[in-house]
């Protein structure tokens, strides 16, 4: 299915900017999230159903849908990313593609049909009543704001945020601490092709989820991790772990994720 100037190839589980020739594997939430949208698209799909699993008994947290709508934006890139709409208080939403408004081009011209005229101007007078209504009854849209944000500087000069997020204000002392300990290994990088990183915790805190942000050659890049511990006290982010994934990698050739469980 075509998304912008991405395909989606469901069977696979990939999505493949067309442009720059970027194949990104879907980790497992952002292929269920976006298989759902593809499914209903043009309807809302409930957030219950999002952290549903759907058809099997694996449950996404509220913060893993909100991290792989955020993730499958960017990847759509700032004139795609519309196409997956939030509506506040009930789900997402994944638009048809708007067709263009049909225009006649006369001697250079653009000339606009009068009935189209008059649906701009019935359209503008809706949005401003709209406007004047949520003003009278103090309606205002709240985006999910994060826990923190963190600005760490490399010696190179260059300058990485870090950033947590979590549906709670409370009880995230493991969250804050793994964004410590991840801030004290970028530290440790000359430099990097990340500019942004994201960390979560999973509902029942046995997932962090990762997500490193950056620019190479001109073309966002995304790099999805997720690690499991089980163990107590729980160490996600530790030297065994850092060793194998190399957090300072400036070369990335493909966009893909990684799972990885400690010990019990």
């Given at each position: 299915?075509?998304?912008?100037?991405?395909?989606?190839?469901?069977?696979?589980?990939?999505?493949?900017?067309?442009?720059?020739?970027?194949?990104?594997?879907?980790?497992?939430?952002?292929?269920?999230?976006?298989?759902?949208?593809?499914?209903?698209?043009?309807?809302?799909?409930?957030?219950?159903?999002?952290?549903?699993?759907?058809?099997?008994?694996?449950?996404?947290?509220?913060?893993?849908?909100?991290?792989?709508?955020?993730?499958?934006?960017?990847?759509?890139?700032?004139?795609?990313?519309?196409?997956?709409?939030?509506?506040?208080?009930?789900?997402?939403?994944?638009?048809?593609?708007?067709?263009?408004?049909?225009?006649?081009?006369?001697?250079?011209?653009?000339?606009?049909?009068?009935?189209?005229?008059?649906?701009?101007?019935?359209?503008?007078?809706?949005?401003?009543l709209s406007l004047w209504w949520f003003s009278q009854i103090g309606y205002?849209?709240?985006?999910?704001?994060?826990?923190?944000?963190?600005?760490?500087?490399?010696?190179?000069?260059?300058?990485?945020?870090?950033?947590?997020?979590?549906?709670?204000?409370?009880?995230?002392?493991?969250?804050?601490?793994?964004?410590?300990?991840?801030?004290?290994?970028?530290?440790?990088?000359?430099?990097?092709?990340?500019?942004?990183?994201?960390?979560?915790?999973?509902?029942?805190?046995?997932?962090?989820?990762?997500?490193?942000?950056?620019?190479?050659?001109?073309?966002?890049?995304?790099?999805?991790?997720?690690?499991?511990?089980?163990?107590?006290?729980?160490?996600?982010?530790?030297?065994?772990?850092?060793?194998?994934?190399?957090?300072?990698?400036?070369?990335?050739?493909?966009?893909?994720?990684?799972?990885?469980?400690?010990?019990?």
């Amino acid at each position: 299915m075509q998304l912008g100037h991405c395909k989606f190839d469901i069977d696979k589980g990939e999505l493949i900017n067309q442009e720059s020739g970027l194949v990104w594997h879907l980790p497992r939430a952002e292929l269920h999230v976006l298989t759902l949208l593809v499914e209903y698209q043009g309807k809302v799909v409930a957030k219950p159903l999002l952290e549903s699993g759907h058809e099997d008994d694996s449950h996404f947290s509220s913060a893993s849908v909100a991290r792989a709508i955020f993730t499958l934006r960017s990847f759509l890139g700032p004139q795609y990313e519309i196409l997956i709409e939030t509506v506040k208080g009930q789900g997402y939403l994944l638009r048809h593609h708007r067709a263009r408004k049909e225009i006649d081009v006369k001697r250079g011209r653009f000339i606009i049909r009068p009935l189209h005229a008059l649906l701009v101007v019935i359209a503008l007078v809706g949005v401003l009543l709209s406007l004047w209504w949520f003003s009278q009854i103090g309606y205002s849209i709240s985006p999910t704001m994060p826990l923190s944000m963190k600005t760490v500087s490399l010696d190179s000069g260059q300058q990485v945020e870090v950033i947590l997020y979590s549906p709670s204000n409370t009880n995230n002392e493991l969250l804050i601490d793994q964004g410590q300990q991840l801030t004290q290994s970028l530290l440790g990088c000359t430099d990097t092709v990340w500019d942004r990183v994201f960390l979560s915790l999973s509902h029942d805190k046995q997932v962090l989820n990762i997500t490193f942000r950056g620019d190479y050659f001109g073309q966002s890049i995304i790099r999805n991790l997720k690690i499991s511990d089980l163990r107590q006290p729980k160490r996600f982010i530790n030297p065994e772990w850092l060793e194998q994934v190399n957090i300072c990698d400036s070369l990335p050739v493909r966009l893909a994720s990684s799972h990885r469980t400690q010990g019990r």
